[in-house]
């Protein structure tokens, strides 16, 4: 398994990946709903060696089905247990995605390069949201606030796939947040 020095800790790929969406929902203590009409789907924490990387919530809209996710618009929110650099969430980010598809070395240079640029460094207790919008893209939300977007379906599907593809380096945490046995 690779790791992925981050601080004084060392932190598995798929985690640095679980560990970034779920910054951004959690920061308030109430519930709130990044996406108009959503609700929550599932939740996840995800652990490396016993210590708490981030918390990951799903929401979606009504009507929302597993095995479609790819057809409806969600967000996905990461709450960080963790600081990580905005670089190495990016690097972390195109490894996971490669696990679903292989990748032109343009195109994993091209995304990493976005990604790295529009993401912030974050610091625990950070949240990040990811919004899926299916056909478009994805826009990013930091601790509440408009972040940025990239505007390509495939990004966007294979970056989503990170958690909810069967192919995910999580299965567990994928089966929390889609709430499914």
Same mark, same amino acid.
């Given at each position: 398994?690779?790791?992925?020095?981050?601080?004084?800790?060392?932190?598995?790929?798929?985690?640095?990946?679980?560990?970034?969406?779920? %910054?951004?929902?959690?920061?308030?203590?109430?519930?709130?709903?990044?996406? %108009?009409?959503?609700?929550?789907?599932?939740?996840?924490?995800?652990?490396?060696?016993?210590?708490?990387?981030?918390?990951?919530?799903?929401?979606?809209?009504?009507?929302?089905?597993?095995?479609?996710?790819?057809?409806?618009?969600? %967000?996905?929110?990461?709450?960080?247990?963790?600081?990580?650099?905005?670089?190495?969430?990016?690097?972390?980010?195109?490894?996971?995605?490669?696990?679903?598809?292989?990748?032109?070395?343009?195109?994993?240079?091209?995304?990493?390069?976005?990604? %790295?640029?529009?993401?912030?460094?974050?610091?625990?207790?950070?949240?990040?949201?990811?919004?899926?919008?299916?056909?478009?893209?994805?826009?990013?939300?930091?601790?509440?606030?408009?972040?940025?977007?990239?505007?390509?379906?495939?990004?966007?599907?294979?970056?989503?796939?990170?958690?909810?593809?069967?192919?995910?380096?999580?299965?567990?945490?994928?089966?929390?947040?889609?709430?499914?046995?």
């Amino acid at each position: 398994m690779k790791t992925i020095a981050a601080s004084a800790y060392q932190i598995s790929a798929r985690g640095l990946f679980l560990l970034f969406f779920q %910054a951004t929902a959690l920061a308030s203590g109430t519930p709130h709903t990044p996406l %108009a009409g959503a609700h929550l789907a599932g939740s996840g924490t995800l652990r490396f060696l016993g210590m708490e990387v981030y918390q990951a919530k799903l929401w979606v809209q009504p009507g929302f089905t597993p095995r479609t996710w790819t057809h409806q618009s969600l %967000a996905l929110e990461l709450r960080y247990a963790r600081g990580f650099s905005a670089r190495a969430i990016a690097g972390r980010s195109l490894e996971e995605m490669q696990r679903q598809q292989a990748l032109t070395e343009a195109q994993t240079g091209h995304w990493q390069a976005q990604l %790295a640029a529009l993401l912030p460094d974050v610091a625990a207790g950070d949240r990040l949201v990811g919004l899926y919008q299916p056909g478009q893209g994805v826009r990013f939300l930091f601790n509440g606030q408009p972040r940025g977007q990239i505007d390509d379906p495939l990004f966007a599907r294979l970056f989503f796939g990170i958690w909810l593809s069967p192919q995910t380096s999580e299965p567990t945490l994928r089966a929390a947040l889609l709430a499914t046995p």
